[in-house]
Nanobody
């Protein structure tokens, strides 16, 4: 079992930045591919970014490419999502997820085994 807890969400003005964190506990964090997803009101949960277990490969949705950066610190059992140039379309609940050997299906929700509770990000225009 892996427990995931997100933090760092909040209210930010358009054009601003936020960094989300996801702390993992339980089984070996370093062995899991990690992903960030988000869900806006009335919409399906969508892929945002993912990072391989080693941290050597990253993947992004087209909508966030160039603005968001995913990273991980395996010594701290934490994955991060740095979000810059935020706009109103980024408003959503953000979830982190862990999966065993997710590659190459980083964008598929059902490839992930564990999910956090989510953290709200609201971008005001």
């Amino acid at each position: 079992q892996v427990q995931l807890v997100e933090s760092g969400g909040g209210l930010v003005q358009a054009g601003g930045s936020l960094t989300l964190s996801c702390a993992a506990s339980g089984r070996t964090f370093a062995g899991y591919d990690m992903g960030w997803f988000r869900q806006a009101p009335g919409k399906e949960r969508e892929f945002v970014a993912a990072i391989s277990a080693s941290g050597g490969s990253t993947y992004y949705a087209d909508s966030v490419k160039g603005r968001f950066t995913i990273s991980r610190d395996n010594a701290k059992n934490t994955v991060y999502l740095q979000m810059n140039s935020l706009n109103s379309e980024d408003t959503a609940v953000y979830y982190c997820a862990a999966g065993d050997r997710v590659y190459p299906s980083f964008g598929r929700r059902n490839e992930y085994d564990y999910w956090g509770q989510g953290t709200q990000v609201t971008v005001s225009s």
